[in-house]
């Protein structure tokens, strides 16, 4: 009986790949109305690095570091919301490719007040 050998080779996942996987994740958590639009600032960690709007992301050494800023829905537990995030990229990330996370950070950058049509 012959026991198949491990396949050879290399598998590189794109950095883009991850802003991909923190976008999806980050709609899906209660209380974000939508990533904000603006590209983050470059981070000073160093690394592979992958923007979209309202997304950084950094890997090195195997590791990925995530920026996500999000524009909130009113009346929501801001906080909880955030630490919602952190845990659901975290998880979506290790699950989904494999990589350990550093951190997650996010970011707050507006709440988004349903419009009433009326002038102020």
């Not at 802003?19 to 160093?46: F, N, Y």
């Not at 592979?48 to 909130?72: F, K, L, M, S, W």
């Not at 975290?90 to 997650?104: K, Q, S, W």
């Amino acid at each position: 009986m012959t026991v198949p050998s491990a396949p050879t080779g290399r598998v590189t996942i794109a950095p883009r790949v991850l802003t991909t996987i923190v976008h999806q994740t980050a709609l899906g958590v209660e209380g974000v109305r939508r990533l904000a639009s603006r590209l983050p600032r470059r981070s000073k960690l160093s690394g592979r690095r992958a923007v979209a709007p309202g997304i950084e992301v950094i890997v090195q050494d195997g590791q990925v570091a995530v920026t996500v800023h999000v524009i909130a829905e009113p009346g929501t537990n801001w906080v909880q919301m955030a630490e919602t995030l952190q845990t659901e990229i975290t998880r979506a990330i290790e699950h989904i490719v494999g990589l350990g996370v550093t951190g997650v950070d996010v970011y707050i950058d507006d709440v988004a007040f349903a419009h009433t049509g009326v002038n102020p």
